[in-house]
């Protein structure tokens, strides 16, 4: 077969112009469009990447607000804790002293009703015994008993302290009132003049005391002196018992 050069050239030549028009109408295009999605590719996965720089921005954000949050609550709770055990404390101590105060009223309130019962128990014996031995001294008073009880009254009266005596003097300086002399028998004359003497010595005055007779005295003697009253008798001594232990 015989190569025709002239066909070769023009083979040569369509072929180039075949690559030209190619290259020209349809490789450019083709590469533009290549290079717009590669472009567009790279924008998207730039984007992407970004969006997933975000999202792990924002994870890591997340997971720091819940761990913050975490600790937050946890250290609530811990305050609250806290808050309610010192409440509870402070409660506690509140019930506490107050049942103290409870108690301590009413042991103070035990212990007042135990003293008022004992009071009372105290005065009825004291007034029951106060009866009993004012029967039995009335039963066993007498002239000898009264006698007895007149020595220990001159007695008394000579044992007289100096501010007492001092005091009385003053009085009957200022005043002479009356002086009586109540028994529960009736004395005889020595006896009364034995008792003037010392009274006479006791007030400074002359004044003969006034002599009557009260059995309710049981035994003994009560002098009235102006404001001042000296008694040496069954019925006082009683009485001056058992107001002492009420008044106890």
């Known amino acids: ?34 290079a717009q999605r590669r472009a567009e590719i790279e924008k998207t996965m730039t984007d992407a990447r970004a969006l997933e720089e975000k999202a792990e921005h924002l994870r890591e954000q997340y997971e720091g607000r819940i761990s913050a949050w975490r600790e937050e609550r946890q250290q609530a709770r811990d305050a609250l804790s806290r808050e309610l ?13 107050e049942l103290g105060q409870a108690r301590e009223k009413l042991r103070a309130t035990e212990e007042n009703r135990q003293a008022v019962a004992t009071r009372a128990m105290e005065s009825a014996a004291l007034e029951q015994g106060a009866r009993f031995a004012t029967h039995l001294l009335e039963q066993a008073a007498g002239p000898e008993l009264e006698s007895r009880l007149i020595d220990l009254f001159t007695t008394q009266l000579s044992q007289l302290p100096p501010e007492k005596l001092e005091s009385i003097h003053r ?23 034995h008792l003037t003497d010392h009274l006479a010595r006791i007030s400074g005055s002359d004044k003969p005391p006034e002599f009557r007779v009260d059995p309710d005295l049981v035994a003994g003697i009560r002098v009235t002196l102006g404001a001042w009253t000296l008694a040496a008798n069954v019925q006082d001594e009683l009485k001056g018992f058992t107001e002492f232990h009420s008044d106890v």
């Open 171 to 193: 009085q009957q300086a200022n005043a002479t009132p009356a002086v009586t002399v109540l028994s529960a028998y009736p004395l005889n004359e020595q006896t009364q003049e």
């Open 85 to 97: 055990e010192t409440e509870r404390a402070r409660r506690l101590d509140a019930l506490k002293q």
């Open 1 to 34: 077969m015989e190569l025709n050069w002239s066909t070769f050239i023009l083979e040569v030549i369509n072929f180039l112009v075949l690559v030209w028009v190619l290259k020209r109408f349809f490789y450019r295009p083709v590469m533009q469009v290549i």
